[in-house]
């Protein structure tokens, strides 16, 4: 079982920056695949930004088109965090953010789909304003 809580959400103006924390406990932290999604208000929950693991010490990352060149996604296995660095944010960006981990098989690229995870944090709100 693997527990996850998010933080570092808030409220900010456009073009500033926040940075979102996913601390994860239970499991092995460095094997699972993490995930970033959001949900605004009146729409569906989507995919931000992941980081998976390629075997050894590498991982990948890939992120939705609307948020690429601004968010950037990391870990840190010895504290079992993992981070999303979100700069230039736009009014549009304002949603719960959602943490989730999966165990993907080593060198998948494909963590897109809600699907594949089978652990989620109780999500935190970013609002920024215009």
């Known amino acids: 079982q693997v527990q996850l809580v998010e933080s570092g959400g808030g409220l900010v103006q456009a073009g500033g920056s926040l940075r979102l924390s996913c601390a994860a406990s239970g499991g092995t932290f460095s094997r699972y695949g993490m995930g970033w999604f959001r949900q605004a208000p009146g729409k569906e929950r989507e995919f931000v930004a992941a980081i998976t693991w390629s075997g050894g010490n590498t991982y990948y990352a890939d992120y939705a088109d609307s948020v690429k060149g601004r968010f950037t996604i990391s870990r840190d296995n010895a504290k079992n965090v993992v981070y999303l660095q979100m700069n230039s944010l736009k009014p549009e960006d304002t949603a719960v953010y959602y943490c989730?981990?999966?165990?993907?098989?080593?060198?998948?690229?494909?963590?897109?789909?809600?699907?594949?995870?089978?652990?989620w944090g109780q999500g935190t709100q970013v609002t920024i304003s215009s």
């Open positions: 989730a981990a999966a165990l993907l098989p080593v060198g998948s690229r494909d963590a897109r789909s809600e699907s594949q995870y089978r652990y």
